[in-house]
Protein backbone atom coordinates (compact mmCIF):
# COMPACT_ATOMS: atom_id res chain seq x y z
CA UNK A 1 0.00 0.00 0.00
CA UNK A 2 1.28 3.38 -1.26
CA UNK A 3 1.51 6.32 1.03
CA UNK A 4 -0.33 8.30 -1.26
CA UNK A 5 -3.36 5.70 -0.53
CA UNK A 6 -2.94 6.08 3.12
CA UNK A 7 -2.83 9.72 2.99
CA UNK A 8 -6.24 9.59 1.14
CA UNK A 9 -8.06 7.56 3.13
CA UNK A 10 -6.77 10.24 5.99
CA UNK A 11 -7.73 13.28 4.09
CA UNK A 12 -11.60 11.52 4.04
CA UNK A 13 -10.94 11.20 7.62
CA UNK A 14 -10.53 14.64 8.32
CA UNK A 15 -13.04 15.47 6.23
CA UNK A 16 -15.70 14.14 8.36
CA UNK A 17 -13.89 15.00 11.89
CA UNK A 18 -15.33 18.55 13.45
CA UNK A 19 -12.91 20.28 15.82
CA UNK A 20 -16.18 22.19 17.87
CA UNK A 21 -16.74 19.10 20.21
CA UNK A 22 -13.66 17.52 22.21
CA UNK A 23 -13.68 14.79 24.59
CA UNK A 24 -12.46 16.44 28.27
CA UNK A 25 -8.79 14.48 28.01
CA UNK A 26 -8.03 16.78 24.66
CA UNK A 27 -6.62 19.09 26.59
CA UNK A 28 -5.16 16.99 29.17
CA UNK A 29 -2.94 15.23 26.66
CA UNK A 30 0.48 16.43 26.34
CA UNK A 31 0.61 15.60 22.14
CA UNK A 32 4.32 17.08 21.97
CA UNK A 33 5.87 14.06 24.30
CA UNK A 34 7.20 11.00 21.84
CA UNK A 35 5.31 8.57 22.89
CA UNK A 36 1.38 8.61 23.84
CA UNK A 37 -0.93 6.10 24.57
CA UNK A 38 -4.72 6.53 24.62
CA UNK A 39 -6.51 3.52 25.85
CA UNK A 40 -10.33 3.34 26.28
CA UNK A 41 -13.65 1.79 25.63
CA UNK A 42 -14.61 1.38 22.09
CA UNK A 43 -16.82 3.79 20.94
CA UNK A 44 -15.52 6.69 23.53
CA UNK A 45 -13.64 8.95 21.15
CA UNK A 46 -10.14 7.96 20.75
CA UNK A 47 -9.84 7.50 16.98
CA UNK A 48 -11.82 11.09 16.75
CA UNK A 49 -9.07 12.90 19.68
CA UNK A 50 -6.46 11.70 17.26
CA UNK A 51 -8.04 12.77 13.86
CA UNK A 52 -8.58 15.84 15.62
CA UNK A 53 -5.30 16.56 16.92
CA UNK A 54 -4.02 15.91 13.25
CA UNK A 55 -7.03 18.37 11.58
CA UNK A 56 -5.71 21.28 14.14
CA UNK A 57 -2.06 21.30 13.80
CA UNK A 58 -0.98 19.23 10.57
CA UNK A 59 -4.00 20.13 8.05
CA UNK A 60 -3.18 19.30 4.36
CA UNK A 61 0.34 17.94 5.74
CA UNK A 62 2.58 14.92 5.20
CA UNK A 63 4.27 15.42 8.15
CA UNK A 64 1.23 13.37 10.18
CA UNK A 65 -0.17 10.24 9.50
CA UNK A 66 -3.24 8.42 11.16
CA UNK A 67 -3.54 4.22 10.41
CA UNK A 68 -5.46 1.49 12.22
CA UNK A 69 -3.78 -1.90 12.87
CA UNK A 70 -6.96 -3.90 12.22
CA UNK A 71 -6.64 -2.94 8.35
CA UNK A 72 -5.49 -6.14 6.93
CA UNK A 73 -2.53 -4.21 5.42
CA UNK A 74 -0.34 -4.02 8.25
CA UNK A 75 -0.51 -8.16 9.47
CA UNK A 76 1.61 -8.46 6.64
CA UNK A 77 4.58 -5.80 7.03
CA UNK A 78 6.42 -4.97 10.46
CA UNK A 79 5.39 -1.75 11.54
CA UNK A 80 9.04 -0.54 13.05
CA UNK A 81 10.03 -0.33 9.01
CA UNK A 82 7.11 1.21 8.26
CA UNK A 83 7.63 3.85 10.65
CA UNK A 84 11.26 4.08 9.16
CA UNK A 85 10.17 4.58 5.90
CA UNK A 86 7.74 7.27 6.62
CA UNK A 87 10.13 9.27 9.21
CA UNK A 88 12.70 8.72 5.75
CA UNK A 89 9.76 10.29 3.67
CA UNK A 90 9.72 13.37 6.44
CA UNK A 91 6.99 12.52 8.89
CA UNK A 92 6.99 13.63 12.11
CA UNK A 93 4.22 12.25 14.27
CA UNK A 94 2.82 8.88 13.68
CA UNK A 95 -1.15 7.73 14.92
CA UNK A 96 -1.56 4.23 15.48
CA UNK A 97 -4.62 2.70 16.34
CA UNK A 98 -6.30 -0.35 17.61
CA UNK A 99 -2.35 -1.72 18.42
CA UNK A 100 -3.75 -4.22 20.33
CA UNK A 101 -4.20 -5.76 17.11
CA UNK A 102 -1.06 -6.43 15.88
CA UNK A 103 0.89 -8.97 17.30
CA UNK A 104 4.29 -7.52 19.27
CA UNK A 105 3.57 -4.25 19.17
CA UNK A 106 4.60 -2.78 22.16
CA UNK A 107 8.42 -3.95 20.84
CA UNK A 108 7.89 -2.24 17.60
CA UNK A 109 6.41 0.86 19.54
CA UNK A 110 9.84 0.39 21.44
CA UNK A 111 12.06 0.31 18.86
CA UNK A 112 10.25 3.32 17.49
CA UNK A 113 10.87 5.12 20.56
CA UNK A 114 14.37 3.96 20.68
CA UNK A 115 15.84 4.42 16.94
CA UNK A 116 13.74 7.09 15.36
CA UNK A 117 12.89 10.55 15.93
CA UNK A 118 9.39 9.85 15.25
CA UNK A 119 6.97 11.18 17.29
CA UNK A 120 3.93 8.14 18.45
CA UNK A 121 0.61 8.55 19.51
CA UNK A 122 -0.88 4.91 20.25
CA UNK A 123 -4.46 3.91 20.74
CA UNK A 124 -6.24 0.26 22.23
CA UNK A 125 -8.34 -0.73 24.38
CA UNK A 126 -8.62 -0.06 27.92
CA UNK A 127 -8.03 -4.14 28.77
CA UNK A 128 -3.91 -3.31 27.31
CA UNK A 129 -1.80 -3.80 30.35
CA UNK A 130 1.27 -1.29 29.37
CA UNK A 131 3.57 -2.43 32.40
CA UNK A 132 2.91 -5.59 31.56
CA UNK A 133 4.58 -5.47 28.41
CA UNK A 134 7.76 -7.46 27.62
CA UNK A 135 9.26 -4.91 25.55
CA UNK A 136 8.98 -2.31 28.80
CA UNK A 137 6.84 0.00 27.72
CA UNK A 138 5.56 1.34 30.68
CA UNK A 139 8.92 3.67 31.16
CA UNK A 140 9.10 5.05 27.58
CA UNK A 141 5.27 5.48 26.60
CA UNK A 142 2.85 8.38 29.18
CA UNK A 143 -0.44 6.43 29.00
CA UNK A 144 -3.98 8.53 29.29
CA UNK A 145 -7.06 6.92 30.27
CA UNK A 146 -10.25 8.03 28.34
CA UNK A 147 -13.42 7.34 30.43
CA UNK A 148 -17.34 7.74 29.59
CA UNK A 149 -18.91 11.25 29.09
CA UNK A 150 -19.78 12.60 32.34
CA UNK A 151 -22.95 14.41 32.89
CA UNK A 152 -21.18 17.68 32.05
CA UNK A 153 -19.90 16.32 28.85
CA UNK A 154 -23.13 14.71 27.84
CA UNK A 155 -24.91 18.38 27.85
CA UNK A 156 -22.05 20.20 25.85
CA UNK A 157 -21.64 17.04 22.90
CA UNK A 158 -25.59 17.73 23.28
CA UNK A 159 -25.42 21.17 22.56
CA UNK A 160 -27.64 21.99 25.44
CA UNK A 161 -25.27 24.03 27.70
CA UNK A 162 -21.69 24.42 28.47
CA UNK A 163 -20.55 24.08 32.14
CA UNK A 164 -17.04 24.07 34.08
CA UNK A 165 -16.22 20.99 35.83
CA UNK A 166 -15.43 20.75 38.83
CA UNK A 167 -12.97 18.81 42.09
CA UNK A 168 -14.62 16.87 44.56
CA UNK A 169 -13.52 19.40 47.21
CA UNK A 170 -15.85 22.41 45.38
CA UNK A 171 -18.45 20.34 45.27
CA UNK A 172 -18.90 19.37 49.09
CA UNK A 173 -18.20 22.75 49.68
CA UNK A 174 -19.80 24.84 47.48
CA UNK A 175 -22.66 22.35 46.19
CA UNK A 176 -25.50 25.10 46.95
CA UNK A 177 -24.49 27.53 44.71
CA UNK A 178 -22.98 25.80 42.12
CA UNK A 179 -26.24 23.66 41.67
CA UNK A 180 -27.86 27.01 41.90
CA UNK A 181 -26.54 28.32 39.25
CA UNK A 182 -26.52 25.64 36.86
CA UNK A 183 -30.39 25.39 37.55
CA UNK A 184 -31.08 28.46 35.85
CA UNK A 185 -29.89 27.90 32.73
CA UNK A 186 -30.80 24.15 32.51
CA UNK A 187 -33.80 21.69 33.97
CA UNK A 188 -31.06 18.90 35.22
CA UNK A 189 -33.71 16.06 36.41
CA UNK A 190 -35.36 15.70 33.44
CA UNK A 191 -31.72 15.55 31.86
CA UNK A 192 -30.72 13.56 34.22
CA UNK A 193 -32.44 11.14 33.40
CA UNK A 194 -31.86 11.05 29.71
CA UNK A 195 -28.65 10.68 30.64
CA UNK A 196 -28.35 7.93 32.41
CA UNK A 197 -30.20 5.60 29.52
CA UNK A 198 -28.60 7.67 26.59
CA UNK A 199 -25.33 9.82 27.63
CA UNK A 200 -22.11 7.96 28.25
CA UNK A 201 -21.13 7.34 24.61
CA UNK A 202 -20.63 9.93 22.03
CA UNK A 203 -22.73 8.08 19.07
CA UNK A 204 -25.62 9.35 20.84
CA UNK A 205 -25.74 11.79 18.66
CA UNK A 206 -25.85 9.67 15.73
CA UNK A 207 -28.90 7.84 16.07
CA UNK A 208 -31.06 7.30 19.66
CA UNK A 209 -32.88 4.15 18.05
CA UNK A 210 -30.38 2.08 17.84
CA UNK A 211 -28.32 3.36 21.04
CA UNK A 212 -28.16 0.32 23.36
CA UNK A 213 -27.74 -1.70 20.08
CA UNK A 214 -24.38 -0.89 19.30
CA UNK A 215 -23.77 -0.83 23.12
CA UNK A 216 -24.43 -4.69 23.22
CA UNK A 217 -22.20 -4.61 19.70
CA UNK A 218 -19.51 -2.99 21.38
CA UNK A 219 -19.40 -6.07 24.14
CA UNK A 220 -19.74 -8.45 22.06
CA UNK A 221 -16.63 -7.08 20.39
CA UNK A 222 -14.76 -6.88 23.61
CA UNK A 223 -15.19 -10.39 24.34
CA UNK A 224 -14.85 -11.93 21.05
CA UNK A 225 -12.16 -9.99 19.36
CA UNK A 226 -10.52 -7.51 22.15
CA UNK A 227 -9.87 -10.31 25.13
CA UNK A 228 -8.46 -13.39 23.29
CA UNK A 229 -6.16 -11.09 21.10
CA UNK A 230 -5.06 -9.22 24.92
CA UNK A 231 -5.00 -12.28 27.22
CA UNK A 232 -4.74 -15.80 26.96
CA UNK A 233 -8.35 -16.59 26.39
CA UNK A 234 -10.36 -20.23 24.81
CA UNK A 235 -13.15 -18.68 22.74
CA UNK A 236 -15.06 -21.57 24.22
CA UNK A 237 -15.25 -19.46 27.43
CA UNK A 238 -16.59 -16.25 26.04
CA UNK A 239 -19.96 -17.64 26.22
CA UNK A 240 -19.76 -18.55 29.83
CA UNK A 241 -18.13 -15.15 30.06
CA UNK A 242 -21.60 -13.35 28.31
CA UNK A 243 -23.81 -15.68 30.80
CA UNK A 244 -21.67 -14.04 33.52
CA UNK A 245 -22.21 -11.06 32.77
CA UNK A 246 -25.78 -11.29 32.00
CA UNK A 247 -26.09 -12.56 35.66
CA UNK A 248 -24.07 -9.74 36.60
CA UNK A 249 -26.44 -7.14 34.76
CA UNK A 250 -29.91 -8.59 35.85
CA UNK A 251 -29.75 -9.26 39.75
CA UNK A 252 -28.64 -6.05 40.86
CA UNK A 253 -27.67 -4.86 42.97
CA UNK A 254 -25.60 -7.30 42.87
CA UNK A 255 -23.35 -8.63 45.92
CA UNK A 256 -21.53 -11.54 44.55
CA UNK A 257 -21.41 -14.98 45.44
CA UNK A 258 -18.63 -16.79 44.17
CA UNK A 259 -19.74 -20.73 44.38
CA UNK A 260 -23.21 -19.76 42.96
CA UNK A 261 -21.85 -17.55 40.01
CA UNK A 262 -19.30 -20.51 39.29
CA UNK A 263 -22.42 -23.22 39.37
CA UNK A 264 -24.27 -21.02 37.41
CA UNK A 265 -21.90 -20.27 34.59
CA UNK A 266 -20.22 -23.42 35.16
CA UNK A 267 -16.93 -21.22 35.49
CA UNK A 268 -13.93 -22.84 37.86
CA UNK A 269 -13.79 -20.03 40.91
CA UNK A 270 -10.32 -19.12 40.13
CA UNK A 271 -11.30 -18.61 37.03
CA UNK A 272 -14.10 -16.59 37.46
CA UNK A 273 -12.45 -14.32 39.74
CA UNK A 274 -9.64 -13.51 36.70
CA UNK A 275 -12.59 -12.97 34.68
CA UNK A 276 -14.43 -10.54 36.93
CA UNK A 277 -10.79 -8.46 36.87
CA UNK A 278 -10.86 -8.92 32.96
CA UNK A 279 -14.42 -7.67 32.78
CA UNK A 280 -13.09 -4.76 35.19
CA UNK A 281 -10.52 -4.08 32.75
CA UNK A 282 -12.84 -3.92 29.75
CA UNK A 283 -14.88 -1.32 31.24
CA UNK A 284 -17.78 -3.30 31.57
CA UNK A 285 -18.09 -3.81 35.43
CA UNK A 286 -17.15 -1.91 38.20
CA UNK A 287 -16.51 -3.56 41.28
CA UNK A 288 -16.14 -2.65 44.88
CA UNK A 289 -14.35 -3.59 47.86
CA UNK A 290 -13.96 -3.11 51.28
CA UNK A 291 -10.87 -0.92 52.49
CA UNK A 292 -9.94 -3.91 54.88
CA UNK A 293 -9.70 -6.35 52.17
CA UNK A 294 -7.74 -4.17 49.75
CA UNK A 295 -7.90 -5.18 45.98
CA UNK A 296 -6.43 -8.39 45.79
CA UNK A 297 -7.06 -10.78 42.51
CA UNK A 298 -8.64 -13.49 44.60
CA UNK A 299 -10.50 -11.24 47.08
CA UNK A 300 -13.91 -10.95 46.53
CA UNK A 301 -16.04 -7.97 45.85
CA UNK A 302 -18.23 -6.72 48.18
CA UNK A 303 -20.42 -5.26 45.26
CA UNK A 304 -20.39 -5.04 41.20
CA UNK A 305 -22.37 -2.17 39.14
CA UNK A 306 -21.95 -2.32 35.42
CA UNK A 307 -19.21 0.17 34.69
CA UNK A 308 -21.82 2.80 33.63
CA UNK A 309 -25.76 3.09 33.69
CA UNK A 310 -25.79 2.90 29.91
CA UNK A 311 -24.90 -0.88 29.39
CA UNK A 312 -27.58 -1.72 31.83
CA UNK A 313 -30.15 -0.36 29.83
CA UNK A 314 -28.62 -2.40 26.69
CA UNK A 315 -28.75 -5.80 28.61
CA UNK A 316 -31.46 -5.56 30.53
CA UNK A 317 -35.43 -4.14 30.91
CA UNK A 318 -35.16 -4.18 34.52
CA UNK A 319 -33.18 -1.92 35.94
CA UNK A 320 -33.02 -1.34 39.81
CA UNK A 321 -33.86 2.45 40.65
CA UNK A 322 -31.05 2.24 43.65
CA UNK A 323 -28.53 0.06 41.89
CA UNK A 324 -28.41 2.75 38.92
CA UNK A 325 -28.19 5.28 41.36
CA UNK A 326 -24.85 3.89 43.15
CA UNK A 327 -23.65 2.53 39.85
CA UNK A 328 -23.52 6.17 38.43
CA UNK A 329 -21.77 7.31 41.48
CA UNK A 330 -19.26 4.94 41.59
CA UNK A 331 -18.50 5.36 37.90
CA UNK A 332 -18.20 9.20 38.24
CA UNK A 333 -15.96 9.12 40.90
CA UNK A 334 -13.56 6.29 39.37
CA UNK A 335 -13.57 8.03 36.43
CA UNK A 336 -12.81 11.32 37.93
CA UNK A 337 -10.26 9.97 39.69
CA UNK A 338 -8.39 7.98 36.91
CA UNK A 339 -7.80 11.41 35.41
CA UNK A 340 -5.25 11.93 38.27
CA UNK A 341 -2.90 9.23 36.97
CA UNK A 342 -2.66 7.65 40.88
CA UNK A 343 -0.39 4.85 41.15
CA UNK A 344 -2.98 2.85 43.18
CA UNK A 345 -6.64 3.66 42.40
CA UNK A 346 -7.62 3.90 46.09
CA UNK A 347 -10.45 6.42 44.91
CA UNK A 348 -13.68 4.36 45.98
CA UNK A 349 -14.21 1.44 48.70
CA UNK A 350 -17.61 0.37 50.20
CA UNK A 351 -18.32 1.98 53.52
CA UNK A 352 -18.10 -0.26 57.09
CA UNK A 353 -21.10 2.78 57.85
CA UNK A 354 -22.92 4.31 54.58
CA UNK A 355 -22.62 3.03 51.18
CA UNK A 356 -19.10 4.28 50.12
CA UNK A 357 -15.52 5.44 51.15
CA UNK A 358 -14.24 8.14 48.59
CA UNK A 359 -10.16 8.92 49.24
CA UNK A 360 -10.34 7.12 52.43
CA UNK A 361 -12.01 10.31 54.24
CA UNK A 362 -15.64 11.03 52.69
CA UNK A 363 -18.52 8.54 53.69
CA UNK A 364 -21.58 8.73 51.44
CA UNK A 365 -25.14 7.43 51.28
CA UNK A 366 -26.80 7.61 47.80
CA UNK A 367 -30.36 7.31 47.76
CA UNK A 368 -33.59 9.49 47.18
CA UNK A 369 -34.56 12.85 47.96
CA UNK A 370 -36.17 11.48 51.18
CA UNK A 371 -32.70 9.61 52.06
CA UNK A 372 -31.83 10.67 55.69
CA UNK A 373 -28.37 10.64 57.40
CA UNK A 374 -29.51 8.19 59.68
CA UNK A 375 -26.72 5.82 59.07
CA UNK A 376 -23.79 8.28 59.07
CA UNK A 377 -25.19 11.36 61.27
CA UNK A 378 -22.65 10.98 63.68
CA UNK A 379 -20.14 10.34 61.13
CA UNK A 380 -17.52 13.27 60.54
CA UNK A 381 -17.45 14.22 56.82
CA UNK A 382 -20.25 12.18 55.97
CA UNK A 383 -22.86 13.19 52.76
CA UNK A 384 -25.92 12.08 51.41
CA UNK A 385 -25.81 12.14 47.62
CA UNK A 386 -29.75 12.53 47.07
CA UNK A 387 -31.55 11.49 43.86
CA UNK A 388 -34.63 13.83 42.45
CA UNK A 389 -33.41 17.29 44.16
CA UNK A 390 -32.21 20.31 42.31
CA UNK A 391 -30.33 21.61 45.15
CA UNK A 392 -28.94 20.57 48.00
CA UNK A 393 -28.80 21.59 52.00
CA UNK A 394 -26.12 21.10 54.21
CA UNK A 395 -24.65 17.95 53.32
CA UNK A 396 -27.20 16.60 51.36
CA UNK A 397 -25.76 17.39 47.54
CA UNK A 398 -27.88 16.72 44.86
CA UNK A 399 -26.73 13.15 42.69
CA UNK A 400 -26.60 14.53 39.11
CA UNK A 401 -23.95 17.14 40.60
CA UNK A 402 -21.06 14.44 40.85
CA UNK A 403 -21.68 14.55 36.72
CA UNK A 404 -19.61 17.41 36.97
CA UNK A 405 -16.46 16.04 38.13
CA UNK A 406 -14.93 15.96 34.85
Do not use: C
Amino acid sequence: MQFETLFEEQQHLLDRVSLNKKRYLYTQINWNLRSIGILGQRGLGKTTMMLQYIKEHYAHSDKALYVSLDNPYFQSISLFEFAKTFEQQGGEVLFIDEVHKYQEWSTHIKNIYDTLALRVVFSGSSILQISKQNADLSRRSIIYQLENLSFREYLSLKEIAQFDAYSLEEVLNNHQAIASQISKTIKPLKLFKAYLKYGAYPFILEDEGTYHQRIVQIINLILESDLPHINTIDMKQITKLKKLLYMLAVNVPFVPNITDLSKATEISRPKLYTYLVYLEDAKIINSIRSKEKGYSIMSKPEKIFMQNTNISYALTAHIDTGSAREAFFVNQIKNYTASKNLFIDESIYVAQQGDFLVKERYTFEIGGKNKSFKQIKDMQDSYVAADEIEIGYKNKIPLWLFGFLY
